[in-house]
């Protein structure tokens, strides 16, 4: 019902699938580009247009009456107060879960900036999880994956090669998205 519903509203906004990778159960699910507040709704209707459902990082402080909403949608509280890195907190996620599914932002604002922050990157590869490579083309009005991407080790390099697979993508105010 609710992946008939996210496909229906999506074509109803003007929105098409572009090409689907395969379901895995656990994995980091990099989304970009990320310049505005329409991307997560777009990303929860995407993901649950193809039947999967996704968790997303949110402060703790969100998860309070009447925004239990979040927690609904798939929120995952991040605790900053704790001494174990967020990366540590996910990764602890990922070995609790028999399937865990993690949507991050590698911009980590909607403003414009020119390095990506790596933590979904550290999370994968200390997970032992792939990374699904998620867009959002606003020219095209298409939603989809560039593909499958497993961590070699070398950080630098292998969020060069994935930021390379955004290249030509259009985001909601390219202002904001700076492509390599």
Not at 8 to 13: G, I, V
Not at 79 to 91: A, L, N, P
Not at 164 to 179: D, L, M, S, W
């Given at each position: ?6 496909k ?6 003007g ?5 689907v ?50 927690d ?24 609790r879960?028999?399937?865990?599914q993690?949507a ?9 900036v020119?390095?990506?922050k ?6 994968a ?20 994956f ?11 390099k ?5 930021r ?16 390599i």
């Open positions: 019902m609710k992946k008939a519903i996210s229906a509203l999506l074509r109803l906004a929105w098409k699938l572009g090409p990778v395969e379901d895995v159960p656990k994995c980091v699910i990099c989304v970009a580009p990320h310049t505005s507040n329409w991307d997560f709704i777009v990303g929860k209707l995407f993901y649950t247009s193809i039947g999967r459902n996704a968790s997303f990082l949110i402060k703790k402080e969100w998860f309070f009456f009447p925004f239990m909403l979040f609904w949608l798939g929120g995952v509280p991040v605790d900053r107060s704790k001494r174990t890195s967020v990366t540590d907190q996910m990764v602890g996620q990922f070995n879960r028999k399937e865990f993690l991050v932002t590698p911009e980590g604002t909607r403003k414009r020119n390095d990506w790596k933590g979904f990157y550290y999370i590869q200390k997970a032992n999880v792939p990374i699904l490579m998620a867009y959002f083309d606003y020219k095209k009005k298409e939603a989809g560039k593909g499958v991407f497993y961590p070699t080790g070398d950080a630098d292998d969020i060069r090669d994935i390379e697979h955004y290249r030509g993508v259009t985001a909601c105010h390219p202002e904001n998205f700076v492509q």
